[in-house]
């Protein structure tokens, strides 16, 4: 019955007196707590190993608000909740590279798969690549993989729009975040403002309509610094 953390308690109370006098309900309580205990555990991990985090140890409780940082912690508060995932809304945090962007969205991630969210993080240029290679199938691969990214609550994009698109990845970006419209959240990771995604997307009408599609559904996170993260932990996590 796959119930092995149920089994080993059992045999925990069948070794131990101490719970011969306590009553059969309340063993058996005990028995299915440990059950479901282990069972939510495994869960979590699935998630978080399955969601490919850089940082799959990132958490929310770990955010550093240094002063200089300026970060807004009623806003990080929120968003830890959960709510923007329900409302199929976005965050776009943004700060210089070594600031802790994706630390923190890692962080967020984990917090997602901690409430029983699907998540995945990856990279703009593996994310665009594994698209354009499904494009050039015959089999339609590229409609099952908008259909699989679709169904991924929450979706991290990290370095977002770091170089310029040529054409061909600006309609499929179009594609990826058109389907994922009102639907599921996406965290994109970026070191500019919306305002300098324009001349990373050569075509101007696709770019019109990917920043409508983001910007106003979204939460805007801004990582300042005047030490970065990077220096205040030697090489390690950015926080």
């Not at 940082?55 to 909740?81: G, M, T, W």
């Not at 997602?112 to 494009?135: G, I, S, T």
């Not at 997307?201 to 599609?213: G, P």
Request: charged share 30%.
């Amino acid at each position: 019955m796959k119930m092995g953390a149920m089994a080993e308690a059992y045999k925990e109370q069948m070794g131990n007196p101490d719970f011969q006098d306590m009553p059969f309900e309340d063993r058996l309580n005990l028995l299915v707590d440990q059950e479901y205990s282990r069972r939510k555990s495994n869960k979590l991990q699935r998630l978080i190993k399955q969601a490919k985090f850089s940082d799959p140890s990132a958490a929310v409780e770990d955010i550093e608000y240094h002063a200089d940082r300026h970060l807004d912690k009623q806003l990080l508060l929120e968003l830890s909740s959960g709510n923007y995932i329900q409302h199929h809304l976005n965050i776009i945090i943004m700060g210089a590279s070594g600031s802790g962007k994706t630390w923190l969205s890692n962080a967020l991630g984990v917090q997602a798969c901690r409430q029983h969210h699907k998540a995945k993080y990856v990279r703009l240029p593996e994310l665009l690549d594994e698209f354009l290679a499904a494009r050039n199938e015959a089999d339609g691969s590229f409609r099952k993989l908008i259909t699989k990214y679709k169904k991924i609550e929450l979706l991290i994009i990290d370095e977002w729009l770091l170089t310029a698109l040529p054409e061909e990845y600006v309609y499929t970006l179009f594609e990826i975040i058109e389907a994922r419209l009102k639907t599921s959240s996406t965290i994109f990771c970026s070191q500019t403002a919306p305002e300098g995604w324009y001349e990373k997307l050569e075509d101007a009408l696709v770019a019109d309509a990917i920043l409508d599609r983001i910007v106003h559904d979204s939460y805007k996170v801004l990582l300042d610094g005047e030490i970065s993260m990077r220096e205040r932990h030697g090489l390690g996590a950015c926080k």
